[in-house]
């Protein structure tokens, strides 16, 4: 099996956040890959991640059951809702728009999460 490789380009393409440097992109980059060469092992950039984790472990993994529950609903919903009752019917599209609620709320939380982080990680913030 071939591995797969990640140029310095992507890297910067995919990681760069605004805050970090492309010279502090280039460090992170160079340690991740270790060789110091020009296309960092996939594999190496996930252990690298998966020795980060923390508490983010437990919420990738229940995100990823989220995904699948909700695309087995869709799943679901696709099969069953032309042949549901008017009633049916209704309590399935009120599923749908609680879900997406639920999940738009996160979002949120999440999205003022990320500006908190990115404000207090600015250059020009001063506690």
């Not at 970090?20 to 190496?44: P, V, Y």
Request: glycine share 4%.
């Amino acid at each position: 099996m071939m591995a797969l490789h990640l140029s310095f380009e992507e890297f910067r393409a995919y990681f760069s956040d605004g805050i970090l440097t492309a010279d502090e992109l280039q460090e992170l980059f160079c340690s991740i890959d270790g060789r110091q060469a020009n296309n960092l092992d996939i594999d190496k950039l996930s252990d690298y991640f998966s020795q980060h984790l923390g508490e983010y472990l437990h919420v990738l993994s229940a995100l990823e059951n989220l995904n699948i529950s909700i695309l087995k609903a869709m799943d679901k919903t696709k099969e069953e809702y032309q042949g549901s009752s008017v009633l049916g019917q209704f309590v399935t599209r009120f599923m749908l728009r609680e879900t997406s609620s639920q999940l738009l709320s996160l979002q949120m939380s999440l999205q003022c999460a990320m500006e908190a982080v990115e404000e207090q990680s600015s250059p020009t913030w001063a506690p």
